[in-house]
C-alpha cells in the first residue's frame, strides 16, 4: 500500500463479566512487512506467536488503541529494527468505555511499505 489511506471500523470492548473480557489494548497492526522476508509477512509467523515483543522487529504502523489497562492510546511506527518510536503528541491519556460501539479511523496521509 502507498499513502495516503484510510483504515476505518467499528470496534467494541467488551467487559460485561465473560471469562476473557478485558477492558484493554485493541491492537492494530497496519502496512506491515518483515525486514527478513519482505515477499511473505506470514514466513516468520510460527516464532511470533501470541507475545507482542515478537513484533518489534516488523516494519509497521501500530495502533494501541486502551493499553496499559485502559490507560493510554498510542500510534507507533516500527522502523523494523526493534525501535517502536512515539511522537508525544500520538501518546494519548484517558479511559475508553466498555460496551460502547466506537468508530476508529486511521489515516496515513504519508509513508509506502
Known amino acids: 500500500m502507498q499513502a495516503p489511506v484510510l483504515i476505518e471500523c467499528d470496534i467494541v470492548m467488551i467487559d460485561a463479566g465473560g471469562r ?8 492494530s497492526f497496519t ?12 514466513a516468520g509467523g510460527a516464532q511470533r506467536g501470541g507475545s507482542f515483543k515478537k513484533y518489534h522487529h516488523l516494519r509497521l504502523y501500530y495502533v494501541g488503541y486502551g493499553a496499559n489497562n ?24 484517558g479511559r475508553h468505555i466498555p460496551n460502547q460501539v466506537r468508530r476508529v479511523q486511521i489515516h496515513l496521509t504519508r509513508g509506502k511499505f
Open 31 to 42: 502496512m506491515a512487512i518483515d525486514p527478513k522476508n519482505p515477499d511473505d509477512l506470514l
Open 70 to 93: 485502559n490507560k493510554t492510546t498510542r500510534f507507533r511506527r516500527y522502523l523494523g529494527d526493534g525501535t517502536r518510536n512515539v511522537l508525544s503528541e500520538h501518546d494519548l491519556k
Open 20 to 27: 476473557y473480557d478485558r477492558l484493554s489494548d485493541l491492537n
